[in-house]
C-alpha cells in the first residue's frame, strides 16, 4: 500500500501522539461496539442507555492499547499496511523502574499522563453510577497502579512520575464529576 509522502506517514503515524491515539481507535470502538451488541441482546432498553457504559468500554481499550501494547499495535499496523515486518522488535520483561519522583512542572509526557487519566473520573460514575466518589478515585488508582506495575512485564518502564500524574487526574476529574453532580442535584431539589 502506498500513502502520498509515505516518510510523513509513517512519522505521523508510528512516532506520534495523535498517531498512537490512531492506532488505539479502531480496537477501542471495536471493543465499544463489541459491547453494544451483547448488551443489546440481553435488554430491551433504549440504545442511548447503553451507550455511556460503551464509552467507558472505548476508553478503557483504548487506556490499555496506548499504555501497554503499543508495540505490539505498531507493529501489527505496519504489516496491514505494508504487508512486511517493520523491523522493530516487541520486547518483554524490560524490568525498568523509575522510584524517583521528579518535582518539575508538566512537560509534554506528564500533560499526556494527566490527559490520559482524566476521562476515568467523568466515565467511570457515568458507567456504575451509585459509584461514590471515593469508589471511582479507588478504581481509578487501582487502574493506574496495576498499568504501571505491568508496564515492565510489556517492555515499558514503571515510572513513579507516572502515577503521580495519572492519580491528580483521576482525583482532578473524579472531585469535578462528583462536585457537578452534587450542585446539579441541589438545583433540582429546589
Given at each position: 500500500?502506498?500513502?502520498?509522502?509515505?516518510?510523513?506517514?509513517?512519522?505521523?503515524?508510528?512516532?506520534?501522539?495523535?498517531?498512537?491515539?490512531?492506532?488505539?481507535?479502531?480496537?477501542?470502538?471495536?471493543?465499544?461496539?463489541?459491547?453494544?451488541?451483547?448488551?443489546?441482546?440481553?435488554?430491551?432498553?433504549?440504545?442511548?442507555?447503553d451507550l455511556v457504559p460503551a464509552l467507558f468500554?472505548?476508553?478503557?481499550?483504548?487506556?490499555?492499547?496506548?499504555?501497554?501494547?503499543?508495540?505490539?499495535?505498531?507493529?501489527?499496523?505496519?504489516?496491514?499496511?505494508?504487508?512486511?515486518?517493520?523491523?522493530?522488535?516487541?520486547?518483554?520483561?524490560?524490568?525498568?523502574?523509575?522510584?524517583?519522583?521528579?518535582?518539575?512542572?508538566?512537560?509534554?509526557?506528564?500533560?499526556?499522563?494527566?490527559?490520559?487519566?482524566?476521562?476515568?473520573?467523568?466515565?467511570?460514575?457515568?458507567?456504575?453510577?451509585?459509584?461514590?466518589?471515593?469508589?471511582t478515585v479507588g478504581t481509578g488508582l487501582a487502574?493506574?497502579?496495576?498499568?504501571?506495575?505491568?508496564?515492565?512485564?510489556?517492555?515499558?518502564?514503571?515510572?513513579?512520575?507516572?502515577?503521580?500524574?495519572?492519580?491528580?487526574?483521576?482525583?482532578?476529574?473524579?472531585?469535578?464529576?462528583?462536585?457537578?453532580?452534587?450542585?446539579?442535584?441541589?438545583?433540582?431539589?429546589?
Amino acid at each position: 500500500m502506498y500513502f502520498p509522502d509515505d516518510m510523513n506517514f509513517q512519522y505521523f503515524f508510528f512516532s506520534t501522539y495523535p498517531g498512537f491515539f490512531l492506532q488505539a481507535l479502531p480496537i477501542a470502538l471495536t471493543a465499544g461496539l463489541i459491547f453494544v451488541l451483547r448488551r443489546r441482546k440481553h435488554s430491551g432498553g433504549p440504545l442511548v442507555r447503553d451507550l455511556v457504559p460503551a464509552l467507558f468500554v472505548c476508553y478503557l481499550t483504548g487506556l490499555l492499547c496506548l499504555t501497554l501494547f503499543l508495540d505490539l499495535m505498531g507493529v501489527l499496523y505496519y504489516f496491514l499496511f505494508y504487508h512486511m515486518p517493520s523491523g522493530r522488535s516487541i520486547r518483554w520483561f524490560s524490568w525498568e523502574f523509575d522510584l524517583i519522583p521528579t518535582l518539575s512542572l508538566a512537560d509534554r509526557e506528564q500533560l499526556g499522563n494527566l490527559l490520559m487519566f482524566f476521562p476515568f473520573g467523568l466515565l467511570h460514575p457515568l458507567f456504575r453510577p451509585r459509584s461514590s466518589w471515593g469508589q471511582t478515585v479507588g478504581t481509578g488508582l487501582a487502574l493506574c497502579l496495576s498499568i504501571e506495575l505491568l508496564q515492565p512485564v510489556f517492555g515499558r518502564s514503571f515510572d513513579v512520575n507516572d502515577i503521580i500524574w495519572n492519580s491528580l487526574a483521576i482525583l482532578l476529574s473524579a472531585t469535578l464529576f462528583h462536585a457537578v453532580k452534587g450542585l446539579a442535584g441541589r438545583a433540582v431539589s429546589r
